[in-house]
């Protein structure tokens, strides 16, 4: 099956940088992704990383290492809007269905 | 290009109804996916759906719990003689392909 754990809490201030990590295991590897979701609300997609590297879109970056089977989201320059819960998903050995992490709450104070 | 839409956005219902909530993916997106959330938890996956099939529905309960794709009108998630712990978000998501996932608002259910 598939597992991902990833840190359940991180706080960090206005205009820092942050590091969310996410290790997986999985019996078939079709890329890691990584999404964002404020208060409950409709989570969004923020990255994909389907290749050992970096990724990067703005403020936001994703890593990958296949080898180590993990993986990062790094936020810059953070901003009061970028508190949230962020999740790293893996698809399962089938590759169908899109197997979420517990998610990682970021709290940005000023 | 209208989003996920799903409705309803809250829905109560008294243990032993019936719950139905729907779906209408992104125009264009042939593949539905529902989730399910409990407070301060991931999301767990539920069923995958293609137009008229059901793909995958490994982390569907097996009892009470069905979904449907038709060829025409929206997704359909449909929780029979529903109990307290079925009190949580559903989220629906579409995508063309197996690519990123566009989601929905939400249906939070209240059993009471």
């Known amino acids: 099956g598939q597992s991902l754990e990833q840190p359940s809490e991180v706080t960090a201030v206005e205009g820092a940088i942050v590091q969310i990590n996410c290790t997986y295991q999985?019996?078939?590897?079709?890329?890691l992704s990584w999404y964002q979701q404020h208060d409950g609300g409709a989570p969004t997609f923020l990255s994909y990383?389907?290749?050992?590297g970096l990724e990067e879109t703005g403020r936001f970056s994703s890593f990958l290492s296949r080898s180590d089977s993990y993986g990062y989201l790094l936020l810059q320059e953070l901003q009061m809007k970028d508190s949230a819960s962020y999740f790293c998903?893996?698809?399962?050995?089938?590759?169908?269905?899109?197997?979420f992490g517990k998610g990682t709450t970021l709290s940005v104070s000023s | 290009n209208a989003g996920v839409m799903q409705n309803p956005r809250h829905l109560v219902r008294r243990r032993g109804q019936e719950a139905r909530l729907r779906c209408s993916p992104m125009?264009?997106?042939?593949?539905v996916y529902w989730y399910r959330q409990l407070p301060e938890e991931g999301l767990k996956f539920m069923v995958y759906?293609?137009?008229?099939?059901?793909?995958?529905e490994s982390g569907m309960p097996k009892e009470r719990f069905s979904a449907e794709f038709p060829k025409e009108g929206p997704s359909i998630l449909r929780i029979q003689q529903v109990v307290r712990g079925d009190s949580a978000a559903y989220f629906c998501?579409?995508?063309?392909?197996?690519?990123?996932?566009?989601f929905g608002s939400g249906t939070q259910l209240s059993v009471l």
């Open positions: 998501a579409s995508s063309p392909g197996r690519e990123k996932l566009f």
């Open positions: 998903a893996v698809r399962d050995q089938a590759g169908t269905a899109l197997i």
């Open positions: 990383n389907g290749l050992d």
């Open positions: 759906l293609q137009k008229e099939n059901i793909i995958d």
């Open positions: 125009k264009g997106h042939s593949h």
């Open positions: 999985t019996s078939g590897f079709y890329g």
